[in-house]
């Protein structure tokens, strides 16, 4: 069974649409997060929820909005996409938050190509 | 403020040749770093990590990394390569007391046959 897993794997839109990303973990963590992954490799967290509450909400535009539905599930809804919203998304969870030093175990990333 | 500098963005090895993949960092204390490598179409992978106590640490696959604090570095390190280690390693770090893990740039190690 796949541990972290995100859907859908490849997404291809247009500029100005409106976009979700699931993500869902089986591992019975606490805390969850948000990543995005640039052309250049870059990864810089965006997000992270322990037990549906927002703990870290890095410098990212209000038109990424995350919604935690249970401590399961961390779901990622993009509106009026730019192009240079382009990028990997990823998911990831740990046992507990950052404060513990758990590791964080990814999902297999989301590519977004917004045209 | 803390962050993380990987100086080689590629580093290329011969197989059965160690190898070593580079990683300095700055953080106003004492640091909690990390390793993981991303394989293609993949997510991250965790490796192995440093709280305290010895200063090698070793992790997955033979792999294992140093601490060195007068140096602050924190390099990557397996005596003999294998081609399948070829992938995307980031190191990352963390200040105590702080909620962000910070990740390196990413060096990309490609092992020769």
């Known amino acids: 069974d796949t541990a972290v897993s995100q859907t859908p794997k490849y997404l291809v839109t247009q500029m100005g649409n409106d976009k979700s990303i699931k993500c869902e973990q089986n591992?019975?963590?606490?805390?969850m997060y948000w990543y995005k992954q640039d052309s250049k490799k870059f990864l810089k967290i965006m997000f992270s929820?322990?037990?549906?509450?927002?703990?870290i909400n890095e410098t990212v535009p209000n038109r990424f909005s995350p919604k935690s539905p249970d401590k399961a599930h961390l779901n990622l809804h993009i509106n009026s996409l730019e192009l240079g919203d382009s990028a990997v998304y990823f998911c990831?969870?740990?046992?507990?938050?950052?404060?513990?030093?758990?590791?964080?175990?990814f999902g297999a990333g989301t590519r977004l190509s917004v045209l | 403020a803390q962050s993380v500098a990987q100086p080689e963005d590629q580093v290329n090895v011969a197989e059965g040749n160690p190898l070593t993949v580079k990683c300095t960092y700055s953080?106003?204390?004492?640091?909690?770093l990390f390793w993981y490598v991303q394989y293609p179409n993949r997510g991250l992978q965790f490796l192995l990590k440093?709280?305290?106590?010895?200063?090698l640490v070793k992790g997955s696959y033979g792999f294992e990394a140093e601490f060195n604090k007068s140096q602050t570095s924190f390099h990557l390190k397996k005596p003999s390569a294998l081609v399948s280690d070829s992938a995307l390693y980031f190191c990352?770090?963390?200040?105590?007391?702080?909620?962000?893990?910070?990740f390196g740039t990413g060096t990309r190690l490609t092992v020769i046959p």
């Open positions: 990352a770090v963390r200040e105590i007391g702080a909620n962000n893990l910070f």
């Open positions: 929820y322990n037990n549906k509450e927002l703990i």
């Open positions: 440093y709280i305290t106590g010895d200063n």
């Open positions: 591992l019975g963590h606490d805390t």
């Open positions: 953080v106003s204390g004492n640091p909690y």
């Open positions: 990831a969870s740990s046992q507990d938050g950052l404060a513990t030093l758990s590791i964080q175990y």
